[in-house]
């Protein structure tokens, strides 16, 4: 076996032991009385209801979807940011005109009243 691969190992059993040792105490430890506000099944924001047919407002997904575009287009500027001095200006420029129209896609939003929530 070779020896650099013992450490790898090492780190690897360390990790498991302690994710087992930390699940374990949160475990036990843990508070296990649920009442009927916990166990309650929850979703989009709205109270539990009957019939799955029922309409309720679908600014909820818009506000979702709004929120996955502009987390998604905003994850972009993170590796901009690091090569920013190997892409020259027309890598700057590039992102710019990219922030701009971010800018104004968010304006036309607000604007709109996508955002608002009666």
């Known amino acids: ?3 650099e691969y013992l450490s790898l190992l090492g780190i690897i059993l360390f990790s498991l ?3 087992t040792v930390l ?3 949160a475990y036990f430890l843990s508070i296990k009385i649920a009442d009927a506000e916990k166990v309650s099944p929850y979703e989009c924001g709205f109270n539990p209801f009957e019939d799955a047919r029922q309409k309720f407002d679908v600014r909820f997904y818009l506000v979702g979807i709004l929120f996955i575009i502009f987390d998604l287009e905003v994850s972009f500027l ?3 940011a690091i090569t920013l001095s ?5 890598g700057y420029y590039a992102m710019i005109i990219f ?8 304006i036309y ?3 709109y ?3 608002d929530w009666e």
């Not at 190997?86 to 027309?90: A, E, W």
């Open 86 to 90: 190997n892409i020259g200006y027309c």
């Open 1 to 3: 076996m070779n020896f």
């Open 109 to 111: 939003e607000w604007r």
């Open 78 to 80: 993170f590796p901009w």
């Open 23 to 25: 699940l374990g105490v």
């Open 113 to 115: 009243g996508a955002l």
């Open 17 to 19: 032991i302690l994710t």
């Open 99 to 106: 922030l701009i129209i971010l800018t104004l896609g968010f």
